[in-house]
């Protein structure tokens, strides 16, 4: 008896379960449309600033590093995300300031991801995900698979509940003085649905601000 009754009990368990995942909305199985890297894969160093990020955030921010250079593969942009850790870490910003960086040959690369706060547009820094397109983009735009990369990424942020679906879209020079994301980058992602020309009011915001924000410069511009 006590045998059959464990058995129902594990067999219940099991539907439950079943039942449970085929509640979920099937897009959050989804997988991503482009290549997607960890920190383990570019073998990123252990962060020492760890701020969890309230989400949906309410901002999406462009940037481009100006330098390093366009990287066109894994190898190279792996070589450059390590560059830009050890760079930011030597700026007391205790890893990479991005939340994710994309290549232009299409891969995006994990950098502090979708739940910690980044250290990469002052008071953005909040309530943004910071997304860095590798390479100069004052005169040229970057290549269509990095810009598509770009969107598909933003896209699957909405989808995970990490950005919100009325995001704005900004690029850096819209909340800190720098030439960044380039002249070029940015005319192209006014362009994008959700970007806006408004100059964020952070004060309407109700997230704690930190004493970082506002003190960090991630380019070379």
């Not at 009990?9 to 199985?29: E, R, T, Y």
């Not at 960890?38 to 309230?54: F, G, N």
């Amino acid at each position: 008896m006590e045998n059959k009754m464990a058995l129902m009990s594990v067999i219940v368990s099991v539907l439950f379960f079943n039942l449970s995942v085929l509640a979920l909305p099937q897009d959050v199985f989804q997988k991503p449309s482009y290549k997607l890297y960890t920190r383990a894969d570019w073998q990123a160093k252990p962060a020492t600033d760890i701020v969890p990020l309230k989400a949906p955030v309410p901002y999406v921010v462009i940037h481009h590093t100006y330098i390093p250079a366009a990287c066109h593969s894994f190898n190279e942009c792996s070589t450059d995300m390590r560059g830009m850790q050890n760079y930011h870490i030597g700026l007391d910003f205790g890893d990479i300031g991005y939340n994710f960086c994309v290549g232009s040959e299409g891969g995006a690369y994990e950098g502090r991801g979708w739940d910690l706060r980044g250290i990469h547009a002052g008071r953005a820094n909040n309530h943004s995900i910071g997304i860095c397109l590798i390479g100069d983009w004052r005169e040229e735009l970057p290549p269509q698979p990095q810009l598509e990369t770009t969107k598909a990424l933003i896209a699957d942020g909405v989808r995970l509940g990490k950005v919100s679906p009325d995001y704005k879209l900004i690029g850096h020079n819209q909340v800190m003085a720098t030439a960044c994301p380039g002249t070029a980058l940015s005319e192209e992602i006014s362009t994008w649905e959700h970007f806006t020309n408004a100059k964020p009011d952070f004060n309407l915001l109700k997230d704690v601000i930190t004493a970082t924000e506002g003190t960090e410069e991630v380019t070379t511009e």
